[in-house]
């Protein structure tokens, strides 16, 4: 019994996944957050860009495939970065703990209503 409603949950949220989070203010919120609103926003994801570019320009490799691989590294590398510092920034909590808390109250209505 147990088990069945839990499957039953689970095609109930896979359902309706996307408009339960869109009504929690705080996941809406935090969804916002992510999105390039300032001039600051854009600078922080220029930097990878720039920083890919003067490491090519600076060939420390004989090997231009060598440079490009390298390049390519520090671009990722520099843009994980700048999205880390974007999101400590942000001050928001993860969207993965926001939809677990919203799929927990989720599943606290569905029992009740269930019963």
Request: net charge negative.
């Amino acid at each position: 019994m147990n088990q069945e409603k839990e499957t039953s949950f689970e095609q109930y949220w896979q359902e309706n996944r996307q408009q339960l989070l869109n009504q929690n203010r705080e996941y809406k919120e935090t969804l916002e957050s992510y999105k390039m609103h300032s001039g600051a926003d854009w600078l922080l994801f220029a930097i990878p860009v720039v920083a890919a570019l003067l490491v090519f320009d600076w060939h420390p490799f004989a090997s231009e495939l060598l440079c490009w691989i390298v390049s390519a590294l520090v671009a990722i590398v520099s843009f994980a970065l700048c999205v880390a510092v974007k999101s400590y920034t942000s001050h928001a909590r993860p969207l993965s703990e926001i939809e677990a808390e919203v799929k927990e109250q989720a599943r606290k209505t569905f029992e009740q209503h269930k019963s």
